[in-house]
């Protein structure tokens, strides 16, 4: 599952209805940094539910949107490799990705410098604070670099609450306490946002609880809320 990839459906697709949903799909299924995701149609059909010519159709209707791109098979059960464009294109540059501009890339009086300096080094120096001027302790954060914390932060980080900030829906707290591991509770919470968008959250905190009390699981096997969720969990009994 990626975070980046579902995040940008619920919060910036334009699809409607069934197709929000395999879109969503497409999303669960998408790698790490939410740009391609392999999955077939008849997987996608079993997660929205829908027959699978819809599907089929539904993705059509994704990829002359522009919110889906087809790039191939990959030959592993007819999956297919998608492409969510959106993604990428809402992440923001990262200051690694960028080159330094050098001295010698700049024409100065029709003649190109042969310095090695980067041309950020180059720069005059800030003007350092007036003495005797106090300096905010509530400001320290935004001035230091190591304790910004925005300052190279990814698309999906900056997606996530701030630490101590989340804020759970009541329903999923009660999905946490009845569910029997409590690992990656953040991650749990985007996947019960998906999962709960399309299924009744007594239903989904019921069957937590059965899969808790069910005398044939064992502990050292019990799935992580997240992947519980990702998988349909609740329709095993």
């Not at 999303?27 to 149609?41: I, K, T, Y």
């Not at 106090?134 to 230091?144: C, T």
């Not at 980080?157 to 591991?181: I, L």
């Not at 990656?184 to 019921?206: E, M, P, Q, T, V």
């Amino acid at each position: 599952m990626s975070v980046q990839a579902t995040t940008w459906v619920w919060e910036h697709s334009q699809a409607e209805g069934t197709a929000r949903l395999v879109l969503l799909a497409v999303a669960d299924a998408a790698n790490r940094e939410g740009e391609r995701a392999w999955v077939s149609a008849k997987t996608i059909s079993k997660m929205c539910r829908i027959g699978h010519r819809t599907a089929q159709r539904k993705i059509a209707e994704l990829i002359d949107s522009g919110e889906l791109e087809k790039m191939g098979s990959r030959g592993e059960k007819h999956a297919t490799v998608y492409r969510l464009p959106g993604v990428r294109e809402n992440q923001p540059v990262r200051q690694d990705d960028v080159a330094p501009v050098r001295q010698d890339d700049v024409r100065q009086n029709g003649v190109y410098a042969k310095s090695d300096t980067p041309l950020r080094q180059m720069e005059p120096a800030a003007t350092p604070p007036m003495a005797h001027t106090p300096i905010n302790p509530s400001s320290s954060k935004e001035l230091h670099p190591i304790n910004n914390a925005h300052a190279h932060e990814t698309v999906g980080e900056r997606k996530r609450p701030a630490p101590g900030r989340v804020h759970y829906s009541p329903a999923f707290e009660q999905f946490w306490e009845a569910y029997p591991r409590k690992e990656g509770k953040l991650d749990a919470y985007n996947a019960w946002r998906s999962a709960s968008h399309f299924n009744n959250a007594s239903h989904l905190i019921a069957a937590a609880g059965r899969y808790r009390d069910n005398p044939n699981r064992d502990p050292r096997y019990t799935k992580t809320p997240t992947r519980w969720l990702n998988t349909r969990g609740w329709e095993d009994g």
